[in-house]
């Protein structure tokens, strides 16, 4: 229930990697908004119709577009838009720039790896991929962190205000 609470109060119609902190946010809330990138980095979508995740920055089924071709979406017109919006335009994108052949290369790799992409009438669902069960877990995530070695940077996981209960992210 409180999933839903949080939902229709923060995230509204947008993409959690969209989310940013806002002074009216909650204390908890920021703080949770603080490790929003570690979160991303281990939840995928298990892709239905498209419709609910972000095409360049959530992943799916393992792969986020934005990390993977990094060169193409720093120049690419169309940064943002859903799954299902993407393929409703055939994966066609326009850029700033005319592309080099390093970038025509990387913009190949990616619409080929689109052309195996199949949408279906089932809903997207968020999966933990840093778990058997897909279930957010403290445990995997800690267990995760500590075996990439994080720089850094992300031990502010640890000074985050975040309730002591497990968190799903379904």
């Given at each position: 229930m409180w999933q839903k609470i949080v939902e229709k109060k923060y995230v509204k119609q947008n993409s959690i990697a969209h989310l940013e902190w806002k002074p009216s946010n909650s204390?908890?809330?920021?703080?949770?908004?603080?490790?929003k990138e570690i979160y991303l980095k281990g939840r995928v979508f298990k892709l239905g119709n498209g419709r609910q995740d972000d095409f360049w920055r959530d992943g799916v089924e393992q792969f986020c577009w934005k990390r993977t071709?990094?060169?193409c979406f720093d120049i690419c017109n169309n940064q943002s838009g859903s799954v299902a919006n993407f393929a409703g335009r055939g994966w066609r994108m326009?850029?700033?720039?005319?592309l080099?052949?390093?970038l025509q290369d990387q913009f190949r790799r990616l619409r080929d790896m689109l052309s195996t992409v199949a949408l279906s009438s089932d809903l997207d669902?968020?999966?933990w991929a840093w778990?058997?069960?897909g279930v957010f877990l403290v445990?995997?995530?800690?267990?995760?962190?500590?075996n990439m070695e994080v720089p850094d940077p992300n031990k502010r996981i640890w000074k985050a205000k975040i309730?002591?209960?497990?968190?799903?992210?379904?």
């Open positions: 204390p908890v809330w920021n703080d949770l908004l603080k490790l071709f990094l060169s326009t850029f700033r720039r005319w080099d052949e390093r669902s968020p999966v778990e058997k069960s445990k995997s995530t800690y267990s995760h962190l500590c309730p002591l209960k497990k968190i799903s992210c379904g």
